[in-house]
T-cell receptor
Framework: AQSVSQHNHHVILSEAASLELGCNYSYGGTVNLFWYVQYPGQHLQLLLKYFSGDPLVKGIKGFEAEFIKSKFSFNLRKPSVQWSDTAEYFCAVNTGRRALTFGSGTRLQVQP | DAGVTQSPTHLIKTRGQQVTLRCSPKSGHDTVSWYQQALGQGPQFIFQYYEEEERQRGNFPDRFSGHQFPNYSSELNVNALLLGDSALYLC?????????????FGPGTRLLVL
């Protein structure tokens, strides 16, 4: 069965700091990878996704993620965070037509 | 263009009762998936409906059942509620069954079982 690990449960950064959130998955075949964000009081929304092609994926609000197949990783990055990036971030994976498997999430707190 | 809508937003039930949650997919979408999100956890897949049939099911007991209507809307039913069923229930819609399709999530229904 596929699984997703997000090792950083709570991250606190100052504005303008760089961000990298880790995501590792366990599955040996072809995968589709997603990062979702949940802002306070809002519903889950897609930040970016990878399903083929260029392993460096750019999403909304200046976020990007790199798929490294050899490391089973799909880390999320942003060069300079803003207070408005305070949210919970979820990595998710699926294979073929299977449903999404989510990680446990990383709570990001950006201090002004 | 309406996004995914869910009702009710909050619900309080007692152990042993039954509950029905409702979901209307994003316009143009035909596939509905349901997830359970316990506090401090990521969403866990319950089941998926397409063409009014359950297509996939996660590791949830038969107390969890669902239905999809011809207009693509969906219901999640939970029988014999347990305290552990307290969670945020999320509905997500997408177009078709391809794994790379983006799932769009609704705001969720927060269920509290006392």
């Amino acid at each position: 069965a596929q699984s997703v690990s997000q090792h950083n449960h709570h991250v606190i950064l100052s504005e303008a700091a760089s961000l990298e959130l880790g995501c590792n998955y366990s599955y040996g075949g072809t995968v589709n990878l997603f990062w979702y964000v949940q802002y306070p009081g809002q519903h889950l929304q897609l930040l970016l996704k990878y399903f083929s092609g260029d392993p460096l994926v750019k999403g909304i609000k200046g976020f990007e993620a790199e798929f490294i197949k050899s490391k089973f990783s799909f880390n999320l990055r942003k060069p300079s965070v803003q207070w408005s990036d305070t949210a919970e971030y979820f990595c998710a994976v699926n294979t073929g037509r299977r449903a999404l498997t989510f990680g446990s999430g990383t709570r990001l707190q950006v201090q002004p | 263009d309406a996004g995914v809508t869910q009702s009710p937003t909050h619900l309080i039930k007692t152990r042993g009762q039954q509950v029905t949650l409702r979901c209307s997919p994003k316009s143009g979408h035909d596939t509905v998936s349901w997830y359970q999100q316990a506090l401090g956890q990521g969403p866990q897949f319950i089941f998926q409906y397409y063409e009014e049939e359950e297509r996939q099911r996660g590791n949830f007991p038969d107390r969890f059942s669902g239905h999809q209507f011809p207009n693509y809307s969906s219901e999640l039913n939970v029988n014999a509620l347990l305290l552990g069923d307290s969670a945020l229930y999320l509905c997500a819609s997408s177009l078709g069954l391809a794994g790379g399709e983006t799932q769009y999530f609704g705001p969720g229904t927060r269920l509290l079982v006392l």
